[in-house]
């Protein structure tokens, strides 16, 4: 999810996976992780009832998985929200989320990934995004972006170590 705070105190949840799962194909090699934008499949968001249009840029994303099983994802994001005559917004930021970090806007708690069950979860949250657009003003009246925006991802690595090269090997043994 991505928790946006509210400027009454609640928060705001944009749950990306609602239209389907979100899956990402990269390269993990001395436990650095890179997840390039033409790798990812992310489902259209859609907000029900409200006439309104969001793109969001597809970045590439860099991690680290350590050897204790630590993840950390550096998430550059951007997206512009469009409603008609009203014009758009265009957010954009940057997150970095931690196996061991939390979410102070959303709660959500990071977790180390798990080589049983491939499972992980990381968590953060960005500074305040930048904001442009006319729409922008109008999302001021709502929500409290000086506070921050909140980033949990809860997934799992299908592949966590790379697989070495089958190599053919000669062996001699002494008597």
């Given at each position: 999810y991505v928790a946006l705070p509210a400027k009454d105190g609640t928060v705001y949840y944009a749950h990306v996976t609602s239209g389907g799962a979100v899956t990402m194909s990269g390269s993990l090699s001395g436990g650095v992780?890179?997840?390039?934008?033409?790798?990812?499949?992310?489902?259209?968001?859609?907000?029900?009832?409200?006439?309104?249009?969001?793109?969001?840029?597809?970045?590439?994303?860099?991690?680290?998985?350590?050897?204790?099983?630590?993840?950390?994802?550096?998430?550059?994001?951007?997206?512009?929200?469009?409603?008609?005559?009203?014009?758009?917004?265009?957010?954009?930021?940057?997150?970095?989320?931690?196996?061991?970090?939390?979410?102070?806007?959303?709660?959500?708690?990071?977790?180390?990934?798990?080589?049983?069950?491939?499972?992980?979860?990381v968590a953060g949250t960005s500074a305040a995004p930048a904001l442009q657009g006319t729409l922008c003003s109008y999302a001021d009246q709502f929500l409290d972006l000086g506070r921050g925006v909140g980033w949990y991802l809860d997934g799992s690595l299908a592949t966590a170590t790379p697989t070495p090269a089958v190599r053919s090997q000669t062996a001699k043994v002494k008597w």
């Amino acid at each position: 999810y991505v928790a946006l705070p509210a400027k009454d105190g609640t928060v705001y949840y944009a749950h990306v996976t609602s239209g389907g799962a979100v899956t990402m194909s990269g390269s993990l090699s001395g436990g650095v992780l890179t997840l390039p934008a033409s790798g990812q499949t992310w489902p259209a968001i859609s907000l029900a009832g409200v006439p309104v249009i969001v793109q969001v840029a597809r970045p590439t994303i860099t991690g680290t998985l350590g050897s204790d099983g630590a993840v950390t994802l550096s998430v550059p994001y951007e997206a512009t929200v469009a409603a008609g005559i009203l014009g758009s917004c265009t957010i954009k930021g940057a997150a970095t989320m931690s196996s061991a970090g939390s979410d102070a806007i959303g709660g959500g708690q990071g977790r180390a990934y798990d080589p049983a069950t491939k499972a992980f979860a990381v968590a953060g949250t960005s500074a305040a995004p930048a904001l442009q657009g006319t729409l922008c003003s109008y999302a001021d009246q709502f929500l409290d972006l000086g506070r921050g925006v909140g980033w949990y991802l809860d997934g799992s690595l299908a592949t966590a170590t790379p697989t070495p090269a089958v190599r053919s090997q000669t062996a001699k043994v002494k008597w």
